[in-house]
């Protein structure tokens, strides 16, 4: 059997059900597994349904089950809002054109995995040739490529203004509408060109903020201050988890 055919339905009750229940269930006169998914990536979930289905149709080949598995994860993600996230880039190129208005990731500061190949904005992808630290090597090695992160802690805004994918990213933070969380700021005046641009965003109306219980206060008084035209809400950084969530009984 070179290819999945009456099986594509089954193998993608098996997928579904391990992704909803957030459990695998190998059972055989061999194996017995049982195991969570909570903290694991897609790739590796992909590896366990693979042996999963491999216990059950040993001669499907292994790309035709990464075939139905992408297949499932478009599924979800084209019927989950939750999901919909487009980071602008089609391939490894940043598209810079306007038209495209499902952009909704920016980084505002960039990213060690984009970088500028003359007129080009790029990612680092995942691949299974090339590592992301190897990747990343060959750009830092390279004179016609450079990394496109904001190092300096002062004059962020100058860096920003003088390159075509940070100022759209900054330009776009005006745009954006409903509320905004921030995660991980100490709210210092070295960021205040990104709060002044939420705070100018007359769309954007309540700001969650992450703190520690004992330092609530003193982040809200902060934050009062930063938006004096939003409504403030705090939040305990340590009750954020990205663990799937059980249902209490």
Not at 23 to 49: C, M, P, R, W
Not at 94 to 112: C, P, T, V, W
Not at 192 to 215: A, E, Q, R, W
Request: net charge negative; with cysteine; proline share 1%.
């Amino acid at each position: 059997m070179d290819e999945i055919n009456t099986e594509d339905y089954e193998i993608l009750s098996i997928i579904k059900d391990s992704f909803n229940n957030g459990i695998v269930n190998i059972k055989t006169t061999d194996i017995n597994l049982n195991y969570e998914l909570a903290n694991i990536g897609k790739s590796e979930f992909q590896n366990h349904i693979k042996r999963i289905v491999k216990n059950k149709y040993p001669n499907v080949n292994d790309k035709a089950i990464k075939n139905l598995s992408k297949k499932f994860f478009e599924f979800q993600i084209n019927n989950n809002p939750v999901l919909k996230i487009d980071d602008g880039f089609n391939g490894e190129i940043f598209r810079m054109s306007d038209e495209d208005k499902k952009q909704n990731i920016f980084y505002l500061h960039g990213a060690f995995h984009i970088y500028e190949l003359g007129n080009y904005i790029k990612k680092i992808l995942k691949t299974d040739e090339t590592s992301f630290n190897d990747k990343l090597e060959d750009i830092l090695e390279d004179e016609t490529e450079e990394l496109i992160v904001v190092f300096q802690s002062e004059n962020k805004s100058d860096i920003i203004e003088g390159n075509e994918y940070l100022k759209k990213s900054f330009d776009r933070l005006g745009e954006i509408e409903g509320d905004i969380v921030i995660f991980g700021s100490s709210l210092e005046d070295n960021d205040k060109h990104i709060f002044n641009k939420i705070n100018t965003n007359d769309k954007i109306h309540n700001v969650y903020i992450s703190s520690s219980k004992l330092g609530f206060k003193k982040s809200f008084e902060r934050a009062s201050l930063l938006f004096p035209n939003k409504s403030i809400y705090g939040f305990d950084y340590e009750t954020v988890t990205y663990s799937k969530c059980k249902d209490k009984k």
